[in-house]
């Protein structure tokens, strides 16, 4: 089994930065490519951002590209999102998420195994 904390929500103004961080325990990948998704009440869980299981590369919804930055420690086990420029839009319960092997796209929701429990951004104008 596969545990994922979050930490790092909060309520923030608009314009402000949170940094959201995710660790991961018990049997999973040394270094697992992962991700953060955003659920909006009401909407379909999106895309945010992800990184590849050796950190080369980084995957960025348009909405958050040059806003939010993901990384991952050198163990690989656990990823952070750092946000700045907060928008009012940005307001979600978000996810951090284990991808599964050789499983297609980043982009895609269904290609990630291990989920967190989401933790809650509110960004008020």
């Known amino acids: 089994q596969v545990q994922l904390v979050e930490s790092g929500g909060g309520l923030v103004q608009a314009g402000g930065s949170l940094r959201l961080s995710c660790a991961a325990s018990g049997r999973t990948f040394s270094n697992a490519a992962m991700g953060w998704f955003r659920q909006a009440p009401g909407k379909e869980r999106e895309f945010v951002a992800a990184i590849t299981r050796s950190g080369d590369n980084t995957y960025y919804a348009d909405s958050v590209k040059g806003r939010f930055t993901i990384s991952k420690d050198s163990a690989g086990s656990t990823v952070y999102l750092q946000m700045n420029s907060l928008k009012p839009e940005d307001t979600a319960v978000y996810y951090c998420?284990?991808?599964?092997?050789?499983?297609?796209?980043?982009?895609?929701?269904?290609?990630?195994?291990?989920w967190g429990q989401g933790t809650q951004v509110a960004v008020s104008s």
């Open positions: 998420a284990v991808r599964r092997l050789f499983s297609g796209s980043y982009y895609t929701d269904t290609t990630y195994a291990y």
